[in-house]
């Protein structure tokens, strides 16, 4: 309980530190709101005399496309490489080998909060265009998509945040780390299903997309939640995988910063 004790401070810290900036996340929501417009506006294009794209309706994919706005807010990593690539480089990380508390959980203490503010200041928006976008959501009611999307959404945000932090522990070995989040960020955006359902891929490439960890990132939990997998034993599956991953990445991180260490200069902090 005293080892865990240190990280809740670290979380209040963070939360404290993030309701700070609590109108950047307001303002960050609310512009959010005109990519929700042009999603609205181009899907209902594709759909033109269509009731069907890929066995789902147009209300279906609309739900999906909400859905991820949501967990963007709640689960994924904004700028978490930029900061601790800052505190390599600032030397700000020296403090932490003088202390007993965990590098990594510190930061991922401050994730949660992050993450805890800004996807409570994320309703705010929703709230606003509920009543334009409310006839277009429709949520499968089946008990087992909660019980397994809830496990879903928690590994998902420790993959993002596992990657996030293994492109800030680059800068030990690079001076300048953006060029990498950039080049992550696009990957992510398309094989995490931000600009289209991963299911409307052909066959053989949404196979493969299923091995790897961009799917679980934010795919897989939304896929649960909003009905685009419809086999609860698939979802089952699926949560073995994205474990797999989830802990992969927490090993690499653990070698990247023991290996880091190696190549680091204390000086300053």
């Not at 859905?67 to 978490?80: G, R, T």
């Not at 700000?92 to 409570?120: H, W």
């Not at 009543?131 to 009611?141: G, S």
Request: contains cysteine.
């Amino acid at each position: 309980m005293l080892r865990l004790a240190k990280y809740w401070q670290s979380f209040l810290i963070g939360l404290q530190g993030n309701i700070v900036y609590r109108m950047n996340f307001a303002v960050r929501g609310f512009f959010s709101l005109f990519h929700l417009i042009v999603v609205f506006t181009l899907w209902t294009a594709a759909y033109a005399g269509k009731t069907e794209i890929g066995g789902f309706n147009l209300d279906q994919t609309l739900t999906y496309f909400v859905m991820l706005l949501v967990l963007q807010f709640f689960i994924s990593a904004f700028n978490e490489d930029f900061q601790i690539s800052e505190e390599i480089r600032n030397g700000l990380i020296n403090q932490f080998l003088l202390k007993p508390i965990n590098y990594f959980g510190y930061r991922f203490s401050i994730f949660v909060a992050a993450r805890l503010v800004s996807g409570t200041l994320v309703i705010l928006p929703l709230l606003v265009a509920f009543p334009f976008i409310r006839e277009h959501l429709t949520l499968p009611t089946d008990a087992w998509r909660l019980w397994l999307g809830i496990p879903a959404l928690g590994l998902s945000a420790v993959i993002q945040f596992a990657i996030a932090f293994c492109f800030g522990l680059m800068a030990f070995w690079f001076l300048e780390i953006q060029s990498f989040v950039i080049l992550s960020f696009a990957i992510e955006t398309l094989l995490g299903g931000q600009v289209f359902p991963l299911d409307l891929m052909p066959a053989p490439l949404y196979q493969v997309s299923q091995y790897l960890p961009y799917y679980y990132q934010m795919y897989f939990p939304a896929a649960i939640l909003t009905g685009r997998i419809n086999d609860p034993m698939q979802a089952v599956s699926g949560l073995g995988i994205q474990l797999f991953w989830a802990v992969a990445l927490l090993l690499l991180g653990r070698l990247l910063w023991t290996r880091g260490l190696r190549h680091h200069t204390a000086v300053g902090g």
